[in-house]
């Protein structure tokens, strides 16, 4: 087992070591980085190593479905992306398919950053070509044979997937709106935490009622207003407490992949981000109602 301090001291220095550059705006390359920190792509896209270089791809995703390697994007012309145009980075997030035209496996959570905005995924896009490209060889995914062809993924996408930019719900606070945009979108929250079907579709009407069968073999917990089984006795702040530090209201810590993702994003994102989470996530129906 890697050790975890270990890994995000490595990142840590990475992203100070990698993260100068001059090909956009600075405003611009600020406003990707902080946004590349809300969609959680540090964690995914870091391998799991001491001497890892972050985002250069390599991280092992164990799942029901087989092991996924996430991709390199440092903007490396031979392993990562550097080819790619605007359109290529938003066709990806937002259809789910590649420069080359094939359909991404949902391992890539394009099923949620299909609601993400094109200025930001563009600002995010400036940030990463930003960086030092690292040229690094990502191996190919592990799967059972009737998933390894990419005309299997497009078949589910297909059955499974709407592409559709977020659209605000008048009827909601501002407050609300960018909670929900954060959440169901960016950072993609329901991708673990939303239970799935035989073929890894979400169960939508479970929206964050938990997955028991949970990448890497984790049990994802419920993150609903429900009293008994979900987050609803927390408070707002107890919940933006969480997601800055990582403690819950009993005083303890988390641990498991969601001290990752609090390491390396969550914690990062501005205190009226984390409020706006907060906000959303207590707002839906308890799971079982």
Known sequence: MVDLHARRLAIAAGLLLYGIGAVADDSLIEKGKYLIHAGGCITCHTEESDDAIPLSGGYALESLFGTFYAPNITPDKDTGIGNWGDEDFLRAFHVGINPDGDAYFPAFPYTAYTGASRDDLLAMKAYLFSLEPVRKEIPEHDL??????????????????????????????????????????????????????PLGALQHEK?????????????????????????????????????DLGMLPDGDFTGGSMSAIIEDNTSHLTTEDRLAIATYLKSPAPADD
């Open 144 to 197: 059972p044979a009737f998933m390894s062809s990419r005309l299997a993924a497009r078949a589910w996408q297909l059955s499974y997937f709407v592409a559709a930019r977020f659209e605000p719900d008048a009827t909601k606070s501002s407050v609300w709106n960018r909670g929900a945009y954060l959440v169901r979108h960016l950072g993609h929250c329901g991708e673990c935490h939303t239970p799935r079907g």
């Open 207 to 243: 929206e964050l009622t938990g997955n028991p069968d949970g990448a890497d073999g984790e049990s994802i917990p419920n993150i609903t207003a429900d009293k008994q089984d979900g987050i609803g006795r927390w408070s707002i702040r107890d919940i933006e407490y969480f997601l």
